[in-house]
Nanobody, 127 residues
Framework: QVQLVESGGGSVQAGGSLRLSCAAS????????MAWFRQAPGKAREFVAG????????DYGDSGKGRFTISRDNAKNTVYLQMNSLKPEDTAVYYC????????????????????WGQGTQVTVSS
């Protein structure tokens, strides 16, 4: 079992930045595909960013391209999401997820692929 704990969320004004962290415990995540999803009230869950294992490939949803950067530190068993130029429409609960069966270099954007999820961290962007 892998436990994921997100942190770094909060309230920020439009144009600001936040860095989310996802700390994993229970097992090393070096061979897991990792991703961030988000869900705003009344909306479907949305793929934000993903990173392959061992970390050479990344993918982004349309909402975060050019503004968000996903990275991983396998030594720290942690994944990060750097979010810049935040907009009010980025307001959502952000979830970290881990895919234990994905092949190296692959990234899936469908949440059903992911085996483990964190509890989420709230991001609120005001105009």
């Amino acid at each position: 079992q892998v436990q994921l704990v997100e942190s770094g969320g909060g309230s920020v004004q439009a144009g600001g930045s936040l860095r989310l962290s996802c700390a994993a415990s229970g097992r090393p995540i070096a061979s897991y595909g990792m991703a961030w999803f988000r869900q705003a009230p009344g909306k479907a869950r949305e793929f934000v960013a993903g990173i392959s294992w061992p970390g050479g490939s990344t993918d982004y949803g349309d909402s975060g391209k050019g503004r968000f950067t996903i990275s991983r530190d396998n030594a720290k068993n942690t994944v990060y999401l750097q979010m810049n130029s935040l907009k009010p429409e980025d307001t959502a609960v952000y979830y970290c997820a881990a895919d234990r069966t994905v092949a190296a270099g692959m990234i899936y954007t469908d949440g059903v692929r992911y085996d483990y999820w964190g509890q989420g961290t709230q991001v609120t962007v005001s105009s």
